[in-house]
């Protein structure tokens, strides 16, 4: 295809070239070039970008791949973007496989809701659309002013499950905790398999972290307000007559699995791997009981710290992750890391939003659960 002739060009920002390698990718199954420009970081860790050729009235998708260093990611996102911008771009779409900062989309103690306010350097950027997939929460969209296409890996995974497990139909899907059976439920059903939730006090979800709110309730003393501060740690009476009921703390059962496991294939599913140490308890618990074979599939692939150590030694026959974050580091130091391509379907939005068509072809068969 003719670069100039096709009304839109795509662009990675990525500094490093192993991040560029899915922007590759998609740019080979379009047919077009991937565009010229530089971004590298100064002497003083600046980000410069500089576009080689003109964008003028044209339509720019922007690839951008997150490696581990992820403010440097954002920062060549939000640079680039501009530049695009200020050259006098038509529309500027940004697509962002993996979301960073995705797991601060709830307030935490006196924190903030970083992914909100990621959202809102994007549009002022001049980002105008985001293409991404498995949001950790879909309620992320919300905080975008503009269209967010939220694609789903999910059929990949199946279609990889279906394929490359031998006797598959005798496997059992896996929450490692009650906040994922909802993901592990719509990948039971899919593939017509069971399910087991793994439930108890060895497991820490995001549901169960404090949220700091220990402050005593709003008192006031009851012969008015006399202009006076009460010295450090003193607290005035609260108002006659009210007594507040007491919140009971938290308290788990003992670790148990829901569903029976012996001597099946057990298939933990999630959206992250990053720490692997749920994983790495919930493969040894399913090992306990019963389960002959342990697989962890997951969209992003984030494998942080020692985490292909730690997959090597466990009991994990395999964790299966996409191309949405590169990992090609961490396959090297562990092989039971596969790694799916998921750049078709990102390919395929871009084509369908190029050409103003519908994105529906690309949810089927999609629950909102997934």
Known sequence: MNVAKSGYRVFSANSSVACTELAKKITERLGVELGKSVVFQESNRETRVDVKESVRGQTIFIIQTIPRDVNTAIMELLVMAYALKTSCAKNIIGVIPYFPYSKQCKMRK??????????????KAGITH??????????????????????????????????EIP?????????KSPSAAKRAQSYAERLRLGLAVIHGEAQCSESDMADGRHSPPCVRNTT?????????????????GIELPIMMAKEKPPITVVGDVGGRIAIIVDDIIDDVGDFVAAAEILKERGAYKIYVMATHGLLSADAPRLIEESAIDEVVVTNTVPHEVQKLQCPKIKTVDVSMILAEAI?????????AYLFRNITTDD
């Open 110 to 123: 006196r924190g903030s809701i970083v992914s909100k306010l990621l959202a809102s350097m994007l549009a």
């Open 130 to 163: 985001i293409i991404t997939m498995d949001l950790h929460q879909k309620e992320i969209q919300g905080f975008f002013s503009f269209p967010v296409d939220n694609l789903r890996a999910s059929p990949f995974l199946i279609q990889y499950i279906q394929e």
């Open 167 to 175: 006797d598959y139909r005798n496997a059992i899907i896996v929450a």
């Open 224 to 240: 008015g307000h006399t202009g006076l501060e009460l010295p450090p740690g003193k607290q005035q009476a609260p108002f006659p």
């Open 351 to 359: 084509r369908r939003i190029h050409n103003g068509e519908s994105m």
